[in-house]
Each structure stands twice: as C-alpha cells, then as structure tokens.
C-alpha cells in the first residue's frame, strides 16, 4: 500500500501564492497517476489538477494559475498555485493511483487546508 504525505497548505492572502507538495511511499509499487483534488465546505470534491499518463488535465477554474508537476526520482507531486482566490479556499488532497502486480490501488492524503482571506 502507498502512503502519503501532504504539506504547504496555509493562510494566504487573494493574489498570493502556495505549493502543495505530495511524496508518495511504499514498496513494490508504479504510480499511474497523481493528482489534487480539494472540497470546500458545503461542497463535493473536485479535481484540481492531475497528470496521467503523461497527460496534464486542469479544472477550468484553475487553468493559468496552478501548475502540478512531479519529481519521479522522489515519487512527489506539487501544485504551485498563484493568484489565488477566496473561491480556492478549501481542504486540498493528494490523490496517487499505483498498482502492484495486477492489482490496481486508489490513495487519498490526509489533506491540507487552503485558505484565501485578507
């Protein structure tokens, strides 16, 4: 099983900036996938952004603000997140998708809070 450790969230203020960072650990494992989702209160999760693949996919809200990037000699994923908002303001999750052998694995972080005020 992959474990992970989510850091850098914070109080920002709006046009500010933070990065979210992911490190993945474990044995025996490939990372398929990584990504950010977050959920503000009230709300159902969301995708932020995820790489897969190869392939970068971002919400529209987040399109020309953030950026994820991954250092695979590390197993870490970070989100740079500039101008933010208070409509960021959430609790952000690193999720990783592995597999070991023929079995596929789903993990979510512990979740750090964002949050965007004056």
């Known amino acids: 099983q992959v474990q992970l450790v989510e850091s850098g969230g914070g109080l920002v203020q709006p046009g500010g900036s933070l990065r979210l960072s992911c490190g993945a650990s474990?044995?025996?494992?490939?990372?398929?996938?990584m990504g950010w989702y977050r959920q503000a209160p009230g709300k159902q999760r969301e995708l932020v952004a995820r790489?897969?693949?190869?392939?970068?996919d971002y919400a529209d809200p987040v399109k020309g603000r953030f950026t994820i990037t991954i250092d695979s000699a590390k197993n870490t994923v970070y989100l740079q997140m500039n101008g933010l908002n208070a409509e960021d303001t959430a609790t952000y999750y690193c999720?990783?998708?592995?597999?070991?052998?023929?079995?596929?694995?789903?993990?979510w972080g512990q979740g750090t809070q964002v949050t965007v005020s004056s």
């Open positions: 790489i897969s693949g190869g392939s970068t």
């Open positions: 999720n990783v998708v592995s597999r070991r052998g023929f079995t596929r694995y789903e993990t």
């Open positions: 474990g044995s025996s494992f490939i990372i398929t996938a």
